[in-house]
């Protein structure tokens, strides 16, 4: 999988890393109810009052700045976070409308990078022209003071231990990896770790758009940045302005059904994929049924999990690296034909393929480097809600239910959710409606067989929101937006750039 499509399809938190998409408000007192416009609540003048230094990047048509936040809302005057932001101005023609934040989700994607490499180029000209394209990696993350928690051969090892655990030795491995993962944030990042909520960036944003001169918030969102833009919007329910939440997430379910029905996900994404499949000629799952594509796919699990094959690198492919190699494909639809090669290689027992897609999945470098992306990916998660399981014995009481929503998925995801009970800060967010009274009209889009985000997550969003309209893409892979449907296109394009949203319930293919 390329990156510019992985920038596109962002959404990490699945099984096999043990990070797991969440949702929920995490720490910070919310802002002044009677703050509006570019008015800074109590106590936080100096944040709202900064200037931005804008210098150029090093990259062409773009400009950058840093921006301080406070590290902590509820005590502002116990230092300060440094923030990256980024930038590309209107391109003209016609009225500059004002700033356009966007976000890839995660958590953990790099905003800024997202922005340099796809959406300052690749969105709509029509709204590039009228926008400033403006990005800020959220605290934690990527030039935001990153979390760091593993080094690279630590990271190694961590992605290939056995998530389908088959007996008390191989559970406590499994758990002992986990702790070891915990530790090493502690120990690397444990001074932010407290401080890097959903609700935190949600309140940094506001910040940003103040200091853009801009009275309300013009943001696209996509998967867990539809959390984060939910967030804002119930936070600051008069500055959201043109909101669009692509791919969203739920507010108000808890860790272990966000879990869940992120498993049934992949399994109706495996569905699609192993229905294109069997009609190939080169579909290495056989070519009779999507039940016999499933089968052929949980015995070359079985077998790697027995025998590891050689990858053309150090390191082996085993069931959990394949698992997540196949996972990563399963975000885009464009992938499949790369996953159908790779799934054909390791047949041959050439893993190179599904590590390399599983590679691009945990943005690991050829070097062995591996971005930050994973380790605040489980810093924002287990902050945002309470762990799907306090144990071992939980999880494998709820083996069966994850099962029952993925065959071929479940029990690796029911204890990839394993993750956060050994988290060393509490998790200070808990499942709510987000209702986000008196704002605009926001446009929630969901697509009928997402993956990572259930379709029925966007109808629920978009019933909570008190202003949601919800646009329906009826087709396969993780959000809509600018991935080829013309009708979700224009229907985005035209509210973002006159502010009339699309119908409720508007449906395009």
Same mark, same amino acid.
């Given at each position: ?224 940045? %539809?959390?984060?833009? =939910?967030?804002?919007? +119930? ?6 302005? $043109?909101?669009? @939440?692509? !791919? #969203? ?74 698992? %997540?190699?196949?996972? =990563?494909?399963?975000? +885009? ?6 996953? $159908?090669?790779? @799934?054909? !290689? #390791? ?163």
């Amino acid at each position: 999988m390329d990156t510019s499509r992985l920038l596109r399809t962002f959404a990490i938190g699945i099984g096999t890393a043990g990070l797991f998409i969440s949702g929920c408000s995490g720490s910070g007192s919310s802002p002044s109810a009677s703050a509006t416009g570019t008015a800074a609540p109590e106590g936080l003048s100096s944040y709202y009052a900064q200037k931005l230094g804008w210098r150029d990047c090093g990259v062409e048509g773009f400009e950058c700045a840093t921006m301080k936040a406070p590290r902590d809302y509820d005590k502002p005057d116990d230092g300060d976070i440094d923030l990256a932001v980024s930038r590309k101005k209107a391109s003209g023609p016609g009225k500059r409308i004002g700033s356009l934040l966007v976000n890839p989700g995660g958590p953990g994607g790099s905003a800024i990078g997202y922005l340099q490499g796809y959406a300052a180029l690749g969105y709509p000209a029509q709204v590039r022209a009228r926008y400033d394209m403006v990005a800020i990696d959220p605290r934690g993350v990527a030039r935001s003071e990153p979390v760091e928690c593993l080094t690279g051969p630590e990271m190694d090892a961590y992605t290939q231990v056995d998530q389908t655990p088959d007996d008390e030795a191989e559970v406590k491995k499994l758990s002992a990896s986990f702790e070891k993962f915990a530790a090493g944030c502690e120990k690397r990042s444990g001074e932010i770790l407290p401080y890097v909520s959903t609700v935190d960036t949600a309140r940094d944003m506001d910040v940003l758009r103040a200091l853009l001169g801009d009275e309300k918030l013009s943001y696209v969102g996509a998967s867990y940045g %539809t959390f984060l833009g =939910a967030t804002y919007a +119930d936070l600051f329910p008069e500055r959201a302005g $043109r909101l669009v @939440l692509d !791919g #969203a997430m739920d507010p108000s379910l808890q860790a272990i059904d966000m879990n869940r029905d992120q498993t049934a996900g992949f399994e109706g994404a495996f569905q699609s994929f192993a229905a294109d499949c069997v009609e190939q000629p080169d579909c290495p799952l056989g070519t009779t049924s999507t039940a016999d594509a499933a089968t052929a796919l949980k015995q070359l699990f079985k077998d790697l999990d027995a025998k590891p094959i050689p990858s053309g690198d150090d390191r082996k492919l085993g069931e959990s690296l394949a698992t %997540t190699g196949v996972i =990563a494909a399963m975000y +885009d639809e464009a992938a499949w034909p790369q996953l $159908r090669e790779a @799934l054909a !290689g #390791a047949q041959r027992s050439d893993g190179s393929g599904l590590l390399s897609l599983a590679d691009s999945y945990y943005e690991r470098e050829p070097n062995g480097k591996y971005a930050n992306l994973m380790f605040a990916n489980a810093a924002v998660n287990c902050l945002d809600l309470p762990p799907a399981f306090n144990g071992p014995d939980a999880v494998e009481k709820a083996v069966p239910d994850f099962e029952k929503a993925s065959p071929v998925f479940g029990r690796g995801f029911a204890w990839a959710s394993l993750n956060c009970a050994y988290w060393p800060t509490d998790a200070t967010g808990t499942p709510h409606r987000t209702e986000a009274k008196g704002a605009d009209p926001i446009v929630v889009v969901g697509t009928t067989r997402d993956p990572a985000t259930p379709y029925k997550w966007s109808e629920a969003l978009a019933e909570q929101l008190s202003s949601g309209t919800l646009l329906t893409y009826e087709g396969d892979g993780h959000t809509a937006y600018g991935r080829g449907s013309d009708c979700i296109d224009t229907a985005i394009n035209t509210y973002l750039l006159e502010g009339t949203p699309p119908t409720d319930g508007k449906k395009c293919t």
